[in-house]
């Protein structure tokens, strides 16, 4: 089992950068491909990012390719998301995932375990 549990969530405004973290505890990320999905209000919950534990290149959305960026410190067991020029529509509430794929795992039903969710405003 692995429990997540996000943080760095906030009100922004456009422009503004965030750095969500994920905490990972119960088994060591190492073993897992990691991502972060988002779902806005109304919306379904989309794919923003995934991290491979293997190496390969990670996967983004092309809403957030060139903004954001996923990264893992295996050390600390935690996944983050930095967030750089925010828009209005990155508004949202941010969950991070664990799944047990090899390549960056860019679809929900890849994904075992998941956190309960930062949000996320973007305020213009």
């Known amino acids: 089992q692995v429990q997540l549990v996000e943080s760095g969530g906030g009100l922004v405004q456009v422009g503004d950068s965030l750095r969500l973290s994920c905490a990972a505890s119960?088994?060591?990320?190492?073993?897992?491909?990691m991502g972060w999905f988002r779902q806005a209000p109304g919306k379904e919950r989309e794919s923003v990012a995934a991290?491979?534990?293997?190496?390969?290149?990670?996967f983004y959305a092309d809403s957030v390719k060139g903004r954001f960026t996923i990264s893992r410190d295996n050390a600390k067991n935690t996944v983050y998301l930095q967030m750089n020029s925010l828009r209005p529509e990155d508004t949202a509430v941010y969950y991070c995932?664990?799944?047990?794929?090899?390549?960056?795992?860019?679809?929900?039903?890849?994904?075992?375990?998941w956190g309960q969710g930062t949000q996320v405003t973007v305020s213009s």
């Open positions: 995932a664990a799944g047990a794929t090899v390549g960056p795992a860019r679809y929900q039903y890849e994904y075992n375990y």
């Open positions: 119960g088994r060591t990320i190492g073993s897992y491909a």
């Open positions: 991290s491979s534990r293997f190496g390969h290149t990670p």
